[in-house]
């Protein structure tokens, strides 16, 4: 049965990397997921007769298992089908958070067993109390992160969260989870106090850490937290030796990894600046004052301007998102481009609160890849666009990253929208963005702002061209 | 001899397998990003696996209920983390004709 067992882990293994290989390609990236499904389903129906559980046999917790598996699959099943697209960024938190808390439910059965048949090695203990920690501080970060995207309210106010000497008091909750972690490594005690202190130390960690970060950030913080729960699950495959365990955690962990630093290089960011300085404590003091007015336009204004624009670039942000405006954004597009238009889409690498955010949104509504563009390809376009049409993006296109020193954001690479012959903004209201900071954009003589939900708008827009035959 | 091979070897498991994480993820374009990481958050839900045989050592009450959690989490991460990659992928299918 071991060789059963280890040979469908190896093909598992392959199944996973042949899987991500493939989704990594747009037009194989469907096949890809379904490949790694395959190996999932595999492993977890021999794992079943898996020699470490069969050793022990214990109908009970069969249908321990069976239950467990019932209960968690359909809870989950049942959520990633009924979430809207735009929530995507939040599940993917959460379930990367159940992930970690397996993990560290594993080592906590690891820790808490009695092994004085076989007792453990040293590497394998300190393996397992490392994977502990990590898991514990994924799983809660992760809920953290979940509950600022999903808007809950108790995370709402990030600057509560933020007091003096946070970091310090941060380093020692963590620095006590290392110390306990070792005396319970070295020791192997079985203290059931220890190991829930323990715990509950590294899951204090991991939501101080995420609380005081803001809702702008948190696509680095979920990708940080993602590969994290790699890490954990490989170091609780070395305490198994399951080689399955090992090889997919260990994928997750360094590609996780490296997806974080591309991502917070596209905020021209660091790591450690998104994770341990807080926006409010960020910029060299009051941002300059903008100057100016607002000046609003009607849908049918806005019609009139982009309907006879030879260029015209789309700009998507959460704001459209949020309004599920893609569908209706196309179809515009569409009219334009039968009467004559050059249209663009410009897709900035942190708009909406994920990387590809925008991307997904927009294949969702038939938006062929050649008219989608990032900032780089795209940048040098403006000044030749006629009309620059920005749907709920706002710190992205705010020229304050490029000009004012003082702005939190300064240095962040932007789309140089503010160099197109017209802009148009929509626009729920007259907020700021989500860094909380306002936009020079906005003022400026050739934008106007079309106040609204994008999708209402966007239909305004529509019936605006149309009537213009 | 033997004792330090099998020291290594998951050592080596554990360095190629994150160069290759690496690689897979150094050639993906942009508007890829948010589907892989959901498609590796997936693969890590290979560690419902590990919450099995926890489970199925359990032989307190305690270590039951631990190991029940574990499962329970684990089958979240892998279900919940297949379907939202799926649906995310699902809308590339009908593109695919374009190219690219």
Redesign the interface.
């Known amino acids: 049965m071991g060789y059963l067992i280890e040979t469908v882990y190896f093909l598992t293994a392959i199944l996973f990397i042949l899987g991500l290989k493939r989704m990594s390609h747009p037009t194989t990236a469907r096949s890809g997921i379904v490949w790694a499904g395959y190996g999932m389903v595999l492993a977890t129906l021999v794992s079943f007769a898996h020699p470490q559980i069969t050793a022990h046999v214990s109908v009970a917790n069969y249908v321990l298992m069976l239950i467990a598996i019932a209960i968690g699959g359909v809870i989950a099943w049942a959520g990633a089908k009924r979430v809207p697209m735009t929530a995507m960024p939040q599940m993917i938190a959460i379930y990367n958070g159940m992930g970690g808390g397996a993990a560290a439910a594993i080592a906590a059965v690891e820790l808490l067993k009695d092994h004085s048949a076989h007792p453990l090695t040293l590497d394998i203990l300190l393996m397992a109390v490392a994977g502990a920690l990590i898991g514990a501080v994924a799983f809660s970060g992760s809920v953290v992160a979940f509950g600022k995207l999903q808007e809950l309210k108790f995370f709402k106010d990030d600057a509560k969260f933020r007091f003096a000497g946070q970091q310090k008091i941060n380093a020692a909750i963590f620095g006590a989870a290392v110390v306990l972690g070792l005396i319970i490594a070295l020791n192997h005690s079985t203290s059931g106090l220890l190991i829930t202190l323990f715990f509950l130390l590294g899951l204090a960690f991991g939501a101080m850490m995420a609380l005081p970060i803001g809702g702008a950030d948190m696509p680095v913080v979920i990708s940080l937290f993602n590969a994290f729960t790699g890490l954990a699950v490989a170091l609780e495959g070395y305490v198994l030796g399951n080689s399955a365990m090992i090889i997919a955690g260990i994928i997750v962990g360094s590609s996780g990894t490296l997806l974080t630093l591309m991502m917070a290089k596209a905020m021209n960011r660091s790591v450690s600046n998104v994770l341990f300085s807080n926006w409010a404590a960020l910029g060299s003091g009051e941002a300059q004052a903008v100057t100016g007015s607002l000046k609003p336009m009607e849908p049918p204004d806005a019609a009139i301007q982009m309907a006879y624009a030879a260029k015209v670039i789309i700009v998507p942000g959460y704001g459209m998102a949020v309004a599920q405006a893609q569908h209706k954004i196309w179809e515009m597009c569409k009219l334009l481009i039968e009467r004559g238009a050059t249209v663009k889409f410009a897709i900035h690498p942190v708009a909406g609160r994920m990387p590809g955010h925008m991307n997904v949104l927009l294949a969702e509504a038939g938006v062929p890849y050649d008219l989608i563009f990032d900032m780089e390809e795209i940048n040098e376009e403006f000044p030749t666009a006629d009309v620059a049409l920005v749907i709920g993006a706002n710190d992205v296109v705010n020229p304050a990253a490029r000009n004012d020193k003082s702005s939190p954001i300064y240095g962040m690479p932007i789309l140089n929208v503010d160099h197109a012959k017209n802009v148009q903004v929509i626009k729920r209201g007259k907020g700021v963005g989500f860094a909380g900071i306002e936009n020079a954009l906005f003022f400026a003589d050739n934008t106007r702002m079309v106040y609204g939900d994008a999708q209402k708008v966007a239909a305004g827009l529509i019936q605006g061209i149309k009537d213009l035959g | 001899m033997e004792a330090v091979v099998a020291f290594f070897s ?1 050592i080596y ?2 360095m190629l ?6 690689e ?37 009450p ?3 209920a ?31 004709a ?3």
């Open positions: 998951p498991i554990l397998a994150a160069i290759l994480g690496y897979i993820i150094s050639r993906v374009p942009v508007i890829l990003h948010t589907p892989l990481m959901s498609g590796t958050n997936f693969v890590h839900g290979i560690v419902l696996v590990g919450a099995m045989v926890a489970l199925g050592q359990a032989s307190t305690l270590e039951q631990i190991g029940f959690l574990g499962v329970l989490l684990g089958a979240g991460n892998a279900v919940g983390g297949y379907f939202v990659t799926e649906r995310m992928l699902e809308m590339f299918k009908s593109s695919k374009k190219g690219n």
